[in-house]
């Protein structure tokens, strides 16, 4: 994978031979351009992965990995001078983790960017699914620069303080995080579940958006099902041809004229069998995008679920201030309207005197006034929460579009890129059956 | 037809006579309408007689012996079921009394004649008939599948057979393909016990051991004995490529719903979606293509040498035992005292077939090497081009999808550009 710090290559219109280098340039060149200020201060890179052993939190012995993280002032290096040395720091995936608690937790409108899977799904069976397997640590290192970049072009993520202190402090970054009491913000899951089935009116935006993201999700899930079985299947036709290699050189030596033609047809039948890894090393850059994505479903999931939270959360507060206004109008008319305790006491123990009732229509006015304020407050909390979470959709949406016409567009790339090596093999080959 | 030269390039002018009813296996295919050079189909017909054509080049003699195998009809009596083929016959030969034939033979009589042709040239290689059943895959025998194959490889037998210096000219091919009704012949000839008589005596023989055997034969022996390892090696990596082959479209078929499912649900991305499902649904075609190709060319042509080994290491059984059987006469004769003449004449004519018999060997031999190389040479290089083109074709698909991106979503047409 290429160092996606450099944006030398820039894929030009027309030219099909758009590498991988370019396509994915293609990507951070357009976060670049709609630019965050972060952006344009410095770049970042994840450019290394290495095995750390330690003690864990339970004293037993563990292997894993960390990630260093270099940033570098974004500017223009003069021809012939070398650029300014990167600041860096080592993260280990953990850290990323907490990271995107947090933003999840401090930006609940923002559908945050995902980080890459923790261990590997969607795998033919070829591929290591073993976490600490180079191909794989190589992989996540792309993911979590991927990641930091999504969030260092987030026009509101990027100016997170929690966000800059992680990219620039190495010690203490935990301990900051901690004491923000972020967690005391987590929504119990509870009631996030209970919310989902009693939201009497919720913007029907956020219905249908979590309707497509379900779908999203389940689609996404189905094509890199297939795409695995289908990888898994075009590297047994491919190794298959690297037995005529072997077949045709043992014949060869038993035949006069055909000997030349078949020994060498054979050795391109070696090299077609050999092509399959590389052709299907590049395909995983197309997974991952769509991996993306898929884990993106989640980030739109918890932002609809929020909102329902929000909303549900209204009602209840305006369900409650009825409520109480009703409570006043029988306490006012002298009706007893609904079986309660008090009732109950009244008819037992006489009923109350007039102080009595007059101090409780003032804890309820007191009360009422309460409630109407905090549904003042609610319903701008949720509009806000509408408003702001509408932007980011919207946002999200043309970023999705833009992101996964560019990944069709490279997978298309990559099968043409196949196509001519089978063309120049084959061709290859029949010039040597021609010689038989 | 008759007294009409054939041009060099016959297989075009056979594909002009389309009024005639033996053309119909070839006419049927519809790449091979429009005349003009030899199209590249992947009809193992064309690729047959591509073949032919190099193999007349190299006779001295233009072909005057054309036949097809083809109208397979099953036939049901009370006793069985079997298929009978209809055997058309062209030709300009003086032998035969007319220039066109044709008859209708079952299995049975393929084998009859086969045989006949072995017992007469016992050390000339006789090509192979497709297999009485196939074991593996359970194949029923009255499938259509199973009879297009069969009628192909008894069409590839008796076309090597009309092309054959020697065996072309064999009584036994004659009234196989003239006589209305091959019962008579199939009577005469020696009879099953005097056969049987003759196996014994030779496997007698053999059982006593050969002295020597001349170097070249025990070069042939080497050499069959490889061959035959080496080519069934050949056809099952082949088998297995086209096992891989079919489990890979498989997978391949379930793309295009999965993207077009995707496309449902998306506004702008759903264009693209689509332009991919498509472009996956034509690679799945070609894919399909390229696998009947590998089926009907080179699978045939490699199970038809597989079979061709065991015939090899016949006829040098056969060999081998004509000259057994001449040197425990003329052992024989070294002990005797009386009677010397009669064994004399006996050990004579023994040497003769002996003779005879190595000199049919190593002409054929050189022209059954030629023949292998070519049979497997086109067979290779047809599948070789088919790949290429299969490549092309996806390839064309992709950038055609490709094209349609690069063009701004303002300006975009309906649907694909056609490649």
């Not at chain 1, 050795?267 to 395909?283: K, N, R």
Request: aromatic residues 8%; glycine residues 4%; proline residues 3%.
């Amino acid at each position: 994978m290429a160092d996606s710090g450099r944006i030398d290559e820039v894929a030009v219109i027309g030219n099909t031979d758009v590498t991988s280098t370019e396509s994915e340039n293609n990507i951070i060149n357009t976060m670049v351009e709609r630019g965050t200020s972060l952006l344009k201060k410095m770049e970042i890179n994840v450019a290394e992965a290495e095995k750390r052993t330690g003690k864990n939190t339970v004293n037993m012995q563990e292997t894993y990995t960390v990630y260093l993280i270099e940033i570098r002032p974004a500017e223009t290096v003069p021809e012939g001078e070398t650029p300014t040395a990167p600041d860096t720091l080592w993260r280990r995936y953990s850290d990323f983790e907490l990271l995107r608690t947090y933003l999840l937790v401090t930006h609940p409108y923002i559908i945050v960017p995902p980080l890459p899977e923790k261990r590997a799904e969607f795998v033919w069976h070829k591929l290591a699914a073993d976490n600490l397997d180079p191909d794989f640590v190589e992989r996540r290192r792309v993911g979590l620069e991927n990641f930091l970049l999504r969030v260092a072009s987030h026009p509101v993520l990027s100016n997170d303080k929690i966000f800059f202190l992680f990219l620039t402090e190495e010690k203490g970054w935990r301990e900051a995080v901690l004491e923000t009491g972020f967690q005391d913000k987590v929504d119990s899951r509870i009631k996030s579940l209970s919310a989902m089935y009693r939201v009497k009116n919720p913007d029907k935006r956020f219905t249908e958006l979590k309707l497509y993201s379900d779908e999203l999700n389940s689609v996404i899930s189905q094509l890199l099902r297939v795409r695995a079985k289908v990888a898994d299947r075009l590297y047994g036709v491919y190794k298959v041809h690297g037995n005529y290699g072997r077949v045709f050189s043992e014949w060869s030596a038993i035949e006069k004229e055909m000997g030349d033609g078949l020994q060498s047809a054979g050795h391109h039948m070696d090299t077609y069998a050999a092509s399959i890894d590389d052709i299907l090393e590049e395909e995983e850059h197309y997974a991952d995008q769509l991996k993306e994505y898929l884990f993106y479903t989640d980030a739109v999931r918890s932002v609809c679920r929020k909102h329902e939270l929000i909303q549900y959360e209204l009602e209840m507060v305006a369900q409650d201030l009825i409520h109480k206004k009703q409570q006043k109008e029988d306490l006012t008319t002298g009706t007893v309207r609904v079986f309660s305790l008090k009732g109950m006491t009244s008819k037992l123990f006489g009923q109350e005197s007039q102080e009595q009732r007059e101090s409780r229509l003032a804890a309820l006015d007191q009360s009422i006034r309460e409630g109407e304020e905090t549904l003042k407050e609610k319903n701008t909390e949720c509009q806000e929460f509408v408003r702001t979470a509408c932007e980011d959709i919207e946002r999200f949406k043309e970023q999705k579009d833009r992101d996964l016409r560019e990944a069709l567009i490279s997978y298309a790339i990559m099968q043409i890129s196949m196509c001519k090596k089978g063309i120049q093999v084959w061709s290859n080959a029949k010039e040597c059956f021609n010689k038989m | 037809m008759s007294g009409q030269t054939v041009p060099a390039d016959f297989s075009g002018h056979m594909l002009d006579l389309d009024e005639d009813d033996d053309l119909e296996v070839f006419s049927k295919n519809p790449s091979l309408a429009g005349g003009g050079p030899m199209p590249n189909s992947p009809s193992s017909m064309v690729n047959q007689y591509r073949l032919e054509e190099e193999e007349e080049q190299q006779e001295a003699n233009a072909r005057d012996l054309f036949i097809t195998v083809d109208d397979p009809e099953s036939h049901v009596t009370a006793v069985e079921t079997f298929v009978m083929y209809r055997v058309a016959t062209k030709t300009t030969r003086s032998q035969f009394d007319s220039s066109e034939y044709e008859v209708h033979r079952r299995y049975q009589d393929f084998l009859w004649l086969r045989s006949k042709l072995e017992e007469n040239h016992p050390t000339l290689i006789v090509h192979p008939l497709p297999e009485k059943f196939v074991m593996k895959g359970m194949v029923e025998r009255f499938n259509n599948d199973f009879i297009e194959t069969r009628r192909r490889a008894l069409q590839r037998f008796l076309s090597k057979v009309s092309l054959h210096p020697v065996l072309s000219h064999s009584h036994h091919l004659e009234v196989f393909l003239t006589a209305q009704d091959l019962l008579p012949y199939k009577k005469q000839g020696p009879g099953f016990l005097s056969r049987l008589g003759e196996t014994v005596r030779a496997v007698a023989s053999s059982v006593r051991g050969l002295k020597s055997r001349p170097e070249e034969f025990s070069l042939m022996q080497e050499y069959v004995e490889d061959f035959s390892i080496k080519i069934s090696s050949v056809d099952k990596v082949t088998q297995r490529i086209i096992k891989e082959q079919r489990e890979y479209l498989d997978e391949l078929k379930q793309y295009n719903p999965t993207y077009a499912q995707w496309a449902e649900s998306e506004g702008e991305l759903a264009e693209p979606l689509n332009g991919v499902a498509s472009c996956v649904e034509r690679c799945s075609k070609e894919t399909d293509e390229q696998i009947q190709h590998l089926s009907s060319v080179l699978v045939p042509a490699l199970h038809d040498y597989v079979l061709c080994a065991e015939t090899l290491k016949a006829v040098m059984r056969r060999r081998d035992n004509i000259q057994a059987q001449f040197e425990a006469k003329n052992e024989a004769l070294g002990s005797r005292r009386t009677d010397l003449e009669t064994l004399q004449d006996e050990v004579d004519s023994l040497a003769d077939r002996v003779e005879l018999a190595n000199n049919a060997l190593k002409g054929d031999w050189t022209r059954w090497q030629d023949g292998m190389r070519a049979d497997l040479k086109s067979a290779f290089l047809s599948t070789a081009e088919k790949n290429v083109e299969y490549y092309e074709q996806c390839l064309a698909v992709w950038e055609s999808f490709l094209l349609s991106q690069r063009v701004e979503p303002g300006e975009q047409r309906d649907g694909e550009d056609a490649s």
